[in-house]
């Protein structure tokens, strides 16, 4: 059984930084596309960034690239999402997904199964 465990959330002022941790358990992690999407309420969910199993191909959102870098620790079975310069706007549920599209232009949803529960992140301004 697939369980996938974000972590890291938490209130923060605006301009600080912010890690989150997603430790993935039941697949075999090294070969698994990681990512990372966010949704704020009444809005639908959003691709921030992503990492393909061997690290060779990482790609962000737009509104997020220069601020937000996505790593994976395979020894770890965990993607981490490191946020610096934080605005109020990064305000929402961030959720870590298995096997996510590379691409933020992709209209591809992986299966409920593959996703976390989400943690929180609270910028203030």
């Known amino acids: 059984q697939v369980q996938v465990a974000e972590s890291g959330g938490g209130l923060v002022q605006a301009g600080g930084s912010l890690r989150l941790s997603c430790e993935v358990s039941?697949?075999?992690?090294?070969?698994?596309?990681m990512g990372w999407y966010r949704q704020a309420p009444g809005k639908k969910r959003e691709f921030v960034a992503a990492?393909?199993?061997?690290?060779?191909?990482?790609n962000y959102h737009g509104n997020v690239k220069g601020r937000f870098t996505i790593s994976r620790d395979n020894a770890k079975n965990t993607v981490y999402l490191q946020m610096n310069n934080l605005e109020p706007e990064d305000t929402t549920i961030y959720f870590c997904?298995?096997?996510?599209?590379?691409?933020?232009?992709?209209?591809?949803?992986?299966?409920?199964?593959?996703w976390g529960q989400g943690t929180t992140v609270t910028v203030s301004s």
């Open positions: 990492m393909s199993w061997s690290g060779s191909i990482i």
């Open positions: 039941g697949r075999t992690f090294n070969r698994d596309d």
């Open positions: 997904v298995v096997e996510p599209p590379l691409t933020p232009d992709s209209t591809y949803i992986p299966g409920n199964k593959l």
